[in-house]
């Protein structure tokens, strides 16, 4: 082959090269503009679709109430409405939402703790969904501070997010920073153990952070 003709098809070969890497990200992204993680932000419409479609079941008042809620008291990790129709329970003259029926007796039988837990829980969504989309799902997903044990990511005020070893740390207050930042592997290893406990169905609700304070880190 000349030389004119291998420069040539050197041209032809880099010029489909460059295409055809163009072509696998834009397969890979589905289109142009497409960026990593849209499918994940569709998919988490689909769901936050779904859960107001069955919110719209209850009654106005109700759906104000659920809302507000979110999660159940009894299963946290639960988004009401995310597996039908949430249940109401009259707890000692309040109402409180519940994920299914299986958790009606638990929360009848907790009385005021139940109460307790689904006053956090409203409290603490409130102070979630002023987060960015994603640092709210993060949140959630973690559920719980990553040092102080049950507390409810918002229910202290705005939590802070840390950055530990490039992966993303919540912690309730400021008073548990210091300790987070001193064991990072730990922290992020509690991380990870609260996000799969919610991976696989929560656990029933106990914030056990009654005696936890802003400013000061639980012993």
């Not at 040539?8 to 503009?33: I, K, N, R």
Request: with cysteine; charged share 25%.
């Amino acid at each position: 082959m000349s030389v004119r003709r291998w420069s040539c098809f050197g041209a032809l070969t880099a010029g489909l090269l460059v295409g055809g890497l163009a072509t696998g990200f834009a397969v890979a992204d589905d289109g142009p503009g497409h960026k990593h993680g849209d499918k994940h932000d569709h998919d988490q419409m689909k769901v936050e679709k779904k859960i107001a479609d069955t919110l719209k079941k209850l009654s106005v008042a109700d759906q104000k109430l659920a809302t507000a809620q979110r999660f159940c008291p009894m299963m946290t990790y639960s988004r009401l409405g995310a597996d039908g129709a949430p249940l109401k329970v009259m707890v000692e003259g309040k109402p409180v939402f519940v994920c299914c029926k299986g958790c009606v007796k638990g929360a009848e039988k907790g009385g005021k703790d139940t109460l307790a837990t689904a006053e956090k829980l409203t409290k603490a969504s409130a102070v979630l969904a002023k987060l960015s989309a994603e640092d709210r799902a993060a949140a959630e997903a973690q559920k719980y501070c990553a040092i102080a044990e049950g507390s409810f990511l918002g229910s202290m005020g705005a939590p802070i997010k840390l950055d530990l070893k490039g992966k993303p740390a919540f912690v309730c207050c400021k008073g548990c920073t210091a300790k987070a930042q001193a064991n990072p592997a730990a922290t992020l290893a509690q991380v990870e153990k609260l996000k799969k406990a919610g991976e696989h169905g929560g656990h029933h609700g106990d914030d056990k952070h009654g005696d936890h304070k802003h400013g000061e880190a639980k012993k």
